[in-house]
């Protein structure tokens, strides 16, 4: 039987992401999500008659952090060009976008996949514009009118191209890790894919393991999440392995990803793809990148994730899978080093930040951290309540749920429901009797040798205390009490 | 009635006032623009009332500027806010722009007061007036014959009287060709001397807009209140705006003048050839060195212009779909439909032939023979003028082989096309190019005299017309409109 491992799977990525800037790529109007429909308008991203596009500096210079970032060549010129098609979502029926002059070319990003890193080409990174926004009263099939809103019109996004160079769908997903993670760094994007600001199509062919030439590619479009994109890879792999090994032709052709139904579906094939007529943007003249504009931009680099990544494994002798989770977002591994600063044990940091505050974030982004209730400090004191042994870890779980719900502090809540943990011995001592005295059984197991009787005990004790109970002094009372094993 | 330069003298002296000067150009037009059909919409309302505001400020002493209270009429192409601004099309018949051009703006804050919007081919395309939607405008000095185009509406408000100076705009003679067969003058200033922001785009690579007038100090005039950088259109050029009032009475003793060759051919009017020579022996004797030159790539100035051109208007129209503003076909049943009957009904023949030519020029696989190759040709004729103006200071030509025909008599486009023969080549290389009345046939029909400068040189262009102005007798005469 012919499978997917007799064939080279070859991916290539687009990534779509939306700028950070305060206005839109070619007129002042605001960028900010969800305002009224088209009250963050003017002539000009409403494509009016006479009006003309202005650029948008700051959008350039993310763009060019970017690709510096991404280890591009920026170019010293570079051209916008107009893209065109009909649809009422864009006002001028052309996109301003770029095409034959990019801003940065030729870079690349290390994909780390498990320990053996590779680089993914970056083919190049360009800048253009959003459309807009269509609203229909009720489905499209059904509606009777539709209404457009331009707030997203104009709206700058930058367009990040990698050649194709992924192995795999697994790989697709890892490199948008990592780059997602590399914009966030940058403050260029803010990586919210289920709003959109980060978007991704793939070109993905396969071919017999051992051949040169690339087969026939196929486009995947509206995959809104990374899982998404890896299974829809998958199963576009899967589907192009059958097809081939039954001797088909796979037809260049672009699909969308259905997610509820896990399948991709053809959209259009390349007979009856756009014809965008490409040419120069006649209202704009060449842009001039000049060198100092671009060293000067380079040092207002961040350290950036793969560094970062580094500096947690070797700094704070973390493994490389928590350095990896933690240095996701900025604002999460700062908010990592806030908590150890206050509290010396990186580790137990990120087990904690791992496990537990990782589980309750909405999200790791910016936005998640900043509303996160939890400040580091706090985190950091409910950890040194654990070390000088007023609670126990579990304690400190229930603790950290509450501090979560209520955005209180953990000494506050400790206090104020009588969480402070039993470490008196002659207090715990006479629990620990009663807790014998009930439990001839596990005794005599322990009297055998069974080990886990001692555990049991032990939750006896918690349970009687309501887990208030200094679990290591639980344990000293016991084996104290405990008569020897035979 | 007095020319711009006039009335500045006579507002200020008290002799005449604004709100009674626009009277008068309101009761003319009302009287002779059924004849001419200059204006697609007359503003008397708010001409009168900014004629007042320009009366008071001339009681107290305080007027704006040398443009205060002089009426003008702007071509119907520009975007006026509050006043409706058609393009002549029937797909923009009820579009009113939210917002000024920037021309206007400076016009306004100038104190000029705006007549009107004037006629025009539809979206500037074509050379007669007659590609209007709505109807074609006659030549003030017969009016059997066309005013050209496509300013031709702003060239007979002037040449009538109808105002005092007018804007067009010229993208391959659309100012100058209308300018010569209506006897006034027209400037093209240099692309990029002139914000175009708020000018309804047709081939933005070469759309310019600029002043008519009746004498070359209106033209200097309104230039000198237009000209100048603008934030709001990155192609408008950043270098300082000389006084151009100034440079009008310098003389041209000792100016380099080129004859170019290549604009003397067959096939031309043989009285507007005449014309061109006496009007070169009147600047030797003035004082100005001539000396022939040869712009070699003028033969394929025209198919390179019928390429780009076309191709940057396929897609700057684009966006007359009937979605947002100004026509749309009722009744249709999908989106597809919409577009296609939207713009079927909207747009008349000869736009819709140039966004066909334009849509193939760019398309895949045709787009490096055409678009790619008309480029290339555009660099080797402005290599040519670069290359002339190393020699001489200005270059004088016919601005057209012809003058004003009658209404209907070019019925093929190509014949069309042909009017524009010396002028575009101008708007290829980007230049300043003036047209001014250089004699008159034995007819009675103004001759267009063309003056190319060097890039952002209109102070020379206009010194040398004012010049040649001064010296002829032809700014006087004016058409027997009654």
């Not at chain 1, 010396?344 to 537990?356: F, G, H, L, Y």
């Not at chain 2, 922001?197 to 200097?220: K, N």
Request: glycine content about 8%; some cysteine.
């Amino acid at each position: 039987m012919t499978t997917t491992t007799d064939y080279e799977v070859i991916i290539g990525l687009e990534v779509h992401a939306q700028l950070l800037t305060r206005s839109k790529m070619f007129c002042g109007c605001p960028t900010a999500f969800g305002g009224v429909p088209n009250s963050q308008t003017c002539p000009v991203c409403q494509g009016m008659p006479g009006v003309l596009p202005v650029i948008n500096r700051r959008a350039v210079e993310f763009a060019i952090r970017t690709g510096l970032a991404l280890h591009c060549t920026i170019n010293a010129g570079c051209r916008f060009a107009r893209k065109h098609y009909f649809y009422p979502d864009m006002p001028k029926n052309y996109q301003i976008s770029q095409y034959e002059e990019p801003l940065a070319v030729d870079g690349w990003l290390e994909v780390d996949a498990d320990g053996a890193p590779r680089r993914v080409g970056i083919q190049r990174v360009h800048m253009e514009e959003d459309v807009g926004k269509l609203v229909h009263e009720g489905t499209l099939e059904t509606a009777r009118a539709s209404l457009v809103d331009f707030n997203r019109s104009g709206v700058p996004l930058m367009e990040i191209v990698s050649k194709p160079d992924v192995r795999s769908p697994e790989e697709a997903a890892l490199y948008l890790r990592a780059m997602r993670a590399i914009l966030i760094y940058l403050g260029v994007c803010d990586g919210n894919m289920e709003e959109g600001s980060l978007r991704c199509d793939a070109n993905i062919s396969l071919r017999p393991r051992g051949a040169t030439e690339y087969g026939v590619k196929v486009e995947i479009k509206n995959m809104n999440s990374f899982k998404n994109v890896q299974r829809a890879l998958e199963f576009e792999a899967s589907r192009q392995a059958k097809a081939l090994a039954a001797g088909e032709r796979i037809v260049q052709e672009t699909r969308l990803w259905e997610a509820e139904k896990d399948y991709t579906l053809s959209m259009r094939s390349k007979e009856y793809a756009h014809d965008y007529r490409y040419f120069p943007e006649p209202d704009l003249v060449p842009l001039r990148v000049a060198e100092r504009w671009v060293d000067q931009l380079r040092t207002t680099l961040p350290e950036l994730p793969a560094e970062r990544r580094q500096r947690f494994v070797s700094q704070y002798g973390l493994p490389p899978y928590d350095a990896d989770l933690l240095t996701q977002s900025r604002a999460l591994a700062d908010y990592y080093e806030a908590v150890v600063r206050a509290h010396a044990k990186p580790k137990v940091v990120s087990n904690w930040m791992m496990s537990e505050l990782l589980r309750e974030l909405p999200g790791d982004d910016e936005q998640a951290i900043a509303k996160c209730p939890i400040p580091p400090l706090n985190l950091a004191r409910l950890l040194a309540l654990i070390d000088d042994g007023t609670i126990s870890g579990k304690i400190a779980k229930d603790v950290f749920e509450k501090m979560y719900r209520s955005g209180e502090d953990a000494p506050t809540i400790v206090k104020r429901e009588g969480l402070v943990q039993v470490a008196d011995a002659s207090a715990l001592a006479a629990v620990v009797d009663q807790v014998l005295a009930a439990n001839a059984p596990a005794i005599e197991d322990w009297k055998k040798g069974k080990k886990q009787s001692l555990g049991f005990l032990v939750g006896q004790v918690m349970k009687a205390t309501q887990g208030k109970a200094n679990p290591t002094l639980v344990n000293q009372l016991l084996l104290e009490r405990l008569p020897k094993q035979s | 009635m007095p020319t711009i330069g006039e009335l500045a003298a006579r507002y200020r002296s008290g002799e005449a006032t604004p709100t009674r000067v626009v009277e008068a150009h309101l009761r003319r037009i009302e009287a002779l623009d059924p004849k001419v059909h200059a204006f697609v919409t007359v503003t008397r309302e708010s001409a009168l009332a900014q004629a007042d505001a320009a009366d008071k400020r001339f009681r107290a002493g305080t007027p704006v500027g040398s443009l205060d209270g002089v009426p003008l009429a702007i071509k119907d192409v520009i975007c006026t806010k509050g006043v409706r601004t058609t393009c002549s099309s029937k797909i923009l018949e009820n579009f009113v722009p939210p917002y000024d051009a920037t021309v206007m703006t400076r016009l306004t804050a100038a104190g000029a007061i705006m007549l009107g919007k004037t006629n025009m081919d539809e979206f500037a395309m074509g050379s007669s007036t007659e590609n209007s939607a709505f109807f074609p405008t006659r030549n003030p000095w017969d009016l059997a014959r066309v005013p050209g185009g496509s300013s031709g509406g702003s060239a007979a408000a002037v040449a009538a009287d109808f105002a005092a100076g007018a804007l067009g705009s010229d993208t391959g003679g659309s100012i100058r060709q209308p300018a010569a067969f209506c006897g006034t003058v027209g400037l093209k200033p240099t692309y990029g001397r002139v914000s175009r922001y708020g000018l309804v785009a047709f081939a933005s690579s070469l759309d310019q807009i600029g002043p008519f007038a009746r004498d070359v100090r209106g033209v200097a005039l309104l230039l000198q209140a237009i000209a100048g950088h603008d934030p709001l259109d990155s192609t408008s050029t950043d270098v300082p705006v000389p006084n151009y009032l100034a440079a009008l009475g310098q003389g041209i003793q000792g100016l380099r003048v080129g004859i170019p060759s290549e604009y003397f051919i067959e096939g031309m009017d043989p009285e507007v050839e005449k014309a061109v020579w006496d009007a070169i022996e009147v600047l030797k004797r003035l004082g100005a060195k001539t000396e022939k030159v040869s712009l070699p790539h003028t033969d394929y100035a025209l198919a390179a212009y019928y390429l780009i051109a076309p191709a940057e208007a396929s897609s700057n129209l684009a966006r007359y779909d009937g979605v947002k503003y100004g026509y749309r076909a009722p009744g249709s049943k999908d989106l597809i439909h919409m577009y296609g009957r939207t713009r079927a009904e909207g747009f008349g023949q000869e736009v819709k032939r140039r966004i066909m030519l334009g849509t193939y020029a760019l398309s895949a696989g045709y787009y490096e023979a055409y678009y790619g190759k008309a480029q290339r040709v555009r660099t080797l004729v402005r290599r040519d003028f670069q290359q002339a103006f190393e020699r001489v200071d200005v270059l004088v030509c016919p601005t057209a082989p012809n003058v004003a025909f009658k209404l209907g008599e070019k019925e093929d486009p190509l014949q069309m096309y042909l009017c524009d023969v010396f002028t575009i080549p101008v708007n290829l290389a980007g230049l300043p190019g003036l047209s001014m009345p250089g004699g008159f046939t034995p007819g009675g029909l103004p001759i267009g005299l063309q003056l190319i400068g060097k890039p952002f040189d209109e102070a020379t262009l206009l010194s040398a017309a004012y010049a040649y102005e001064q010296a002829t007798p032809w700014g006087s005469r004016t058409p027997a409109l009654t």
